[in-house]
């Protein structure tokens, strides 16, 4: 936690230092849903995913130019995460949901570019960011002969066997959208988690990363 609250608290000053040698810096936010689900690689190397569940996502940023028609975009990001996994078997129906915030701090390199519209730009980036685990919830719900019963439990973060997922998480953003000269802008991301978030000594049993496409609507002033 301290590691993200330091990476966030130079991602800020650094930004602010920059906004102060430029008078064309922005400072934007964006809201909307994410579809986040689990990645796993077993030990053969084969790949596959949970279905997607529906969260959302909050981010505040700075639009930082460094040359004509790129930026530096670092922000701070309430980033929901988790998945969906439904199943049956001998007449019952199942459904997991697992329900995850995370703080995270991305740091995305953009490229806009003039869409011959009065001051649209279609732009184009990626980046890196760091993620840590605040909160988490998974819900079982079971659905039998016409009734059904739910259960939820507390998901518990840390690097013990018994917690389910690390509470630190690493990968790369993959965005892109229109900015109108209005200051609204509407886009898409796709963050690809790197680091393994399945805890302890498990790895011999595989990978999990975490997957996260979402779609925002934001504002930049």
């Known amino acids: 936690m301290k590691k993200i609250i330091l990476l966030a608290a130079v991602t800020l000053i650094g930004g602010a230092a920059i906004a102060q040698s430029t008078s064309t810096t922005k400072f ?4 909307g849903v994410s579809l986040p ?3 796993f690689t077993n030990t053969d190397g084969d790949d596959y995913e949970t279905e997607a569940n529906t969260n959302f996502n909050v981010t505040g940023y700075a639009d930082l130019p460094i040359a ?3 930026s530096i975009q670092p922000g701070i990001s309430l980033q929901g995460k988790g998945s969906k996994t439904t199943g049956s078997a001998f007449g ?3 459904e997991s949901k697992d329900n995850s915030l995370y703080v995270e701090i991305p740091v995305n390199l953009v490229g806009k570019v003039p869409l011959g519209v009065t001051g649209a730009s279609l732009y184009l980036g990626a980046g890196p960011y760091a993620a840590f685990a605040v909160s988490g919830e998974r819900k079982f719900t079971v659905e039998s002969g016409g009734s059904s019963s739910e259960s939820t439990s507390d998901l518990k973060f840390g690097n013990d ?3 389910d997922f690390k509470s630190g998480d690493f990968g790369v953003n993959i965005l892109g959208g229109i900015q109108l000269d209005s200051g609204f802008n509407f886009g898409a991301n796709y963050g690809i988690g790197l680091s393994d978030i399945r805890p302890g000594d498990n790895n ?10 979402s779609f925002n609507v934001g504002y930049a002033f």
């Open 28 to 31: 934007g936010l964006k809201v």
């Open 68 to 70: 004509s028609g790129f």
């Open 204 to 213: 011999d049993n595989g990978k999990i990363t975490n997957r996260v496409l």
């Open 37 to 39: 689900k689990y990645h």
């Open 92 to 94: 019952v129906n199942g």
């Open 161 to 163: 066997d018994n917690d």
